[in-house]
């Protein structure tokens, strides 16, 4: 073959497959973006987290978007419909930054809140507010301070025992969902940061506390007496997270009303404003 024609018909071929190189490149890159846009949802939306937006919804939005969500020209939140929205992370950012030039005014909602917001919307379609059960703040702050015991080991910022934590911020640090959960079933719904520990030293003490801080080396805990301990791990002869918990459960102790109205109560606890 000649010299010449073969080196033209080389960077032929190279020109085609540079091409179809950077086409897929492209296809990929736009692919991904879609997708990361697209898909950004939850796996999945909980009963307790979609009931606990439907609140929400309806005491802070229904007045510009209707009771469906279909007031506002291009919007049908029942169907699915959105202006601006793709991802569950778009609702969240739509919220709390409103949209300007708009009536949308941005919302300062905490992590809970927002997790209700996004639930609700994307089950909209297929929730029935019909039966939303409604909890009630001052009956909920009844049962705590009262037939549920809880104000026998937590404090509410600062009032009460340090025996557990104080769940002054729980309506911001916790989901409905993960509140809903750990009423039932607290041993299972417990996060590992809140464990207490069993430290029994070389001579024979046994320490049971909640855990301040931690690390290599030592441990601060509140005991049962609330006294405030520390520990070096080389001097205990045994340290040990331990699994359960004195919390009940109020699976069986409470009707699903007491347990509505129990947790308003703390999802209403914000921390101190």
Known sequence: MNRGLFVKLCRSVYRKLLACVMACATFAFCFSCVRAQGQDRAPVYYPADIQYGAQIFASQCTACHGENGDLIPGVNFRAGQFKRVISDSDI?????????????????????????????????????????????????????????????????????????????????????DLLHRTLLDPAGAMLPVSRSVRAVTKDGKTINGRRLNEDTYSVQLIDEQEHLVSLVKSDLREYAVVKTTPMPSYKDKFSAQELADLEAYLLSLKGVK
């Open 92 to 176: 969240r950012l739509t919220v709390t930054t409103g949209v300007p030039g708009t009536a949308m005014q941005p919302f300062n909602f905490g992590a809970s809140e927002l997790t209700g917001i996004v639930s609700y919307l994307r089950n909209m379609s297929s929730f029935d507010t019909k039966g939303l059960m409604l909890g009630n703040r001052a009956r909920g702050q009844e049962l705590f301070e009262g037939a549920g015991k809880c104000a026998t080991c937590h404090a509410v910022n600062g009032k009460g025992p340090r025996v557990a934590p104080d769940l002054g911020d729980i309506g911001s640090m916790r989901t409905a």
